[in-house]
């Protein structure tokens, strides 16, 4: 599907129009060179390709069903990761291709379009309740099956995930405890919302055991039989092939299906709890089909760059109207939706309250203007406000002209941002850093004589239980890895 030049580490899709255009001679791989995004996003994907080679290992060698419920989630994001990445970088090369060409010319003298600031985007309290029959919730009639879930969540490239968590009749909704935070957001972001399900029930989920599973043949089929299946159990596992019974990583362990979706865009910004539709994509002969209601509950919060940094600082002298003299050299900072106006810069960094504060929103009216050659006072900028009946005007002076269109510039930008990102602009949303999340909790005992046997007491060496038990905890302690490092995200 991809190819990848080694030297200059590009990747290019097959058939796309920048293979193409290498094909035809238009130009050489070599006259492309890596931006630092560009290396840094290459980085990700040759990380991500590394992580799902080691997840596909661990699946082949779980023994446990909750392990390889982890690492199956595992194999799921990592493939959904490369393939985001690696779409990414081929929209950079096909965009570095035309403007190469021409076709997309830089250079033409012409001003650039105004684009809005990023931002931040953070979803949290997630919960998507459960509709469950009267004879399952409340009389507790029928099977008790057990449900693994989790939610894989996409906004442009960054591709996030959940905790898994296990689902029966006992519980209402599905309820994620931690926040997922996106810190490369624009206001026409769309953030896409996947809930994957699989059975907990499925015998696949303990494909990844075939020496428990030969020692159960071999015992039920006899001993002459018995010893000819463990014979060439050994034989295949001494000569370094696959041992019998033993999956390919891509059919083995649990599968996980695809319930639900929905994508949220800026309208659905509120600093406040709200509910949302969900496209349900499962059915009730699936084995991993859950009663969904039809919906999730979430707070999702964004903070634009502009209202959390500063985008404009220097000199002023603040003159409010009807005053005969000279207003004071104060300075100012330009930060979120106020100008603030300070006697000394050194207050600004040390949080000292402001002398002014002149409030900057949509009904701001700003006008700019020259004064005579005075020294010290070449230019000015009125800035408006309706207080009540009301209005209020401040006339800033600067220094210099190139202050004065620097002051102009960023008032421009800041009104530009509130048009795009709305109601993020109205008032600083509360985003919370998501906490490191905590290693999954084990799954309660099961029913099997595996699950039973005391192994606290120390085995002898060269017993037979010696090798089974050994590989079990190097496996153990490698899906204890992996889960440490997503979860340290």
């Given at each position: 599907?991809?190819?990848?030049?080694?030297?200059?580490?590009?990747?290019?899709?097959?058939?796309?129009?920048?293979?193409?255009?290498?094909?035809?001679?238009?130009?050489?791989?070599?006259?492309?060179?890596?931006?630092?995004?560009?290396?840094?996003?290459?980085?990700?994907?040759?990380?991500?390709?590394?992580?799902?080679?080691?997840?596909?290992?661990?699946?082949?060698?779980?023994?446990?069903?909750?392990?390889?419920?982890?690492?199956?989630?595992?194999?799921?994001?990592?493939?959904?990761?490369?393939?985001?990445?690696?779409?990414?970088?081929?929209?950079?090369?096909?965009?570095?291709?035309?403007?190469?060409?021409?076709?997309?010319?830089?250079?033409?003298?012409?001003?650039?379009?105004?684009?809005?600031?990023?931002?931040?985007?953070?979803?949290?309290?997630?919960?998507?309740?459960?509709?469950?029959?009267?004879?399952?919730?409340?009389?507790?009639?029928?099977?008790?099956?057990?449900?693994?879930?989790?939610?894989?969540?996409?906004?442009?490239?960054?591709?996030?995930?959940?905790?898994?968590?296990?689902?029966?009749?006992?519980?209402?909704?599905?309820?994620?405890?931690?926040?997922?935070?996106?810190?490369?957001?624009?206001?026409?972001?769309?953030?896409?919302?996947?809930?994957?399900?699989?059975?907990?029930?499925?015998?696949?989920?303990?494909?990844?055991?075939?020496?428990?599973?030969?020692?159960?043949?071999?015992?039920?089929?006899?001993?002459?039989?018995?010893?000819?299946?463990?014979?060439?159990?050994?034989?295949?596992?001494?000569?370094?092939?696959?041992?019998?019974?033993?999956?390919?990583?891509?059919?083995?362990?649990?599968?996980?299906?695809?319930?639900?979706?929905?994508?949220?865009?800026?309208?659905?910004?509120?600093?406040?709890?709200?509910?949302?539709?969900?496209?349900?994509?499962?059915?009730?002969?699936?084995?991993?089909?859950?009663?969904?209601?039809?919906?999730?509950?979430?707070?999702?919060?964004?903070?634009?760059?502009?209202?959390?940094?500063?985008?404009?600082?220097?000199?002023?002298?603040?003159?409010?109207?009807?005053?005969?003299?000279?207003?004071?050299?104060?300075?100012?900072?330009?930060?979120?939706?106020?100008?603030?106006?300070?006697?000394?810069?050194?207050?600004?960094?040390?949080?000292?309250?402001?002398?002014?504060?002149?409030?900057?929103?949509?009904?701001?009216?700003?006008?700019?203007?020259?004064?005579?050659?005075?020294?010290?006072?070449?230019?000015?900028?009125?800035?408006?406000?309706?207080?009540?009946?009301?209005?209020?005007?401040?006339?800033?002076?600067?220094?210099?002209?190139?202050?004065?269109?620097?002051?102009?510039?960023?008032?421009?930008?800041?009104?530009?941002?509130?048009?795009?990102?709305?109601?993020?602009?109205?008032?600083?949303?509360?985003?919370?850093?998501?906490?490191?999340?905590?290693?999954?909790?084990?799954?309660?005992?099961?029913?099997?004589?595996?699950?039973?046997?005391?192994?606290?007491?120390?085995?002898?060496?060269?017993?037979?239980?010696?090798?089974?038990?050994?590989?079990?905890n190097a496996i153990s302690a490698e899906i204890r890895a992996l889960l440490s490092y997503y979860s340290d995200r």
């Open positions: 599907m991809f190819a990848r030049n080694h030297r200059s580490r590009v990747t290019v899709a097959r058939g796309s129009a920048l293979e193409m255009e290498f094909k035809r001679g238009r130009f050489r791989l070599s006259v492309f060179s890596d931006t630092p995004e560009d290396t840094e996003l290459q980085r990700k994907l040759d990380h991500e390709i590394r992580m799902r080679e080691g997840a596909c290992k661990l699946l082949a060698a779980c023994s446990q069903r909750e392990q390889a419920l982890e690492a199956t989630k595992s194999l799921l994001v990592c493939n959904s990761r490369i393939l985001s990445y690696m779409g990414e970088l081929q929209r950079r090369k096909e965009a570095q291709v035309l403007e190469k060409t021409g076709r997309r010319p830089s250079d033409s003298g012409l001003p650039s379009e105004r684009s809005p600031c990023r931002g931040r985007v953070c979803i949290s309290d997630l919960r998507i309740p459960l509709m469950w029959k009267d004879t399952e919730y409340f009389k507790n009639k029928g099977d008790l099956h057990r449900w693994a879930v989790f939610l894989l969540l996409q906004l442009g490239e960054q591709i996030e995930d959940t905790e898994m968590i296990l689902v029966d009749r006992t519980l209402t909704d599905i309820s994620f405890q931690h926040s997922v935070l996106f810190t490369e957001a624009g206001p026409d972001f769309e953030l896409r919302l996947e809930l994957y399900g699989a059975s907990v029930d499925e015998e696949g989920a303990l494909a990844g055991a075939p020496k428990r599973l030969a020692t159960k043949l071999s015992s039920s089929l006899g001993r002459s039989s018995g010893k000819r299946v463990r014979a060439s159990l050994d034989s295949a596992g001494g000569s370094g092939s696959s041992p019998i019974l033993l999956p390919t990583p891509a059919v083995g362990g649990p599968r996980y299906h695809l319930l639900a979706h929905t994508t949220l865009t800026l309208a659905a910004v509120q600093d406040g709890f709200r509910t949302h539709d969900l496209t349900l994509t499962s059915h009730e002969e699936n084995p991993a089909w859950l009663p969904l209601y039809g919906s999730v509950c979430c707070r999702l919060a964004a903070q634009p760059l502009c209202m959390t940094q500063p985008t404009a600082s220097g000199a002023l002298r603040v003159q409010q109207a009807g005053q005969l003299q000279n207003g004071a050299r104060l300075h100012g900072v330009l930060k979120g939706t106020n100008l603030l106006c300070y006697r000394r810069p050194e207050d600004a960094d040390t949080g000292e309250e402001p002398l002014l504060t002149i409030a900057i929103n949509k009904e701001t009216r700003v006008r700019a203007g020259e004064l005579d050659q005075a020294p010290g006072r070449p230019c000015t900028l009125s800035i408006s406000n309706q207080y009540g009946g009301d209005e209020v005007t401040h006339t800033l002076q600067t220094d210099s002209r190139e202050a004065l269109q620097s002051w102009r510039e960023a008032l421009w930008q800041l009104f530009f941002d509130m048009s795009q990102w709305k109601q993020c602009c109205d008032e600083v949303m509360k985003i919370e850093t998501p906490a490191p999340r905590k290693p999954p909790q084990a799954m309660a005992k099961q029913g099997s004589l595996y699950h039973e046997m005391d192994l606290s007491e120390p085995m002898a060496p060269g017993g037979p239980g010696e090798g089974l038990l050994l590989q079990d």
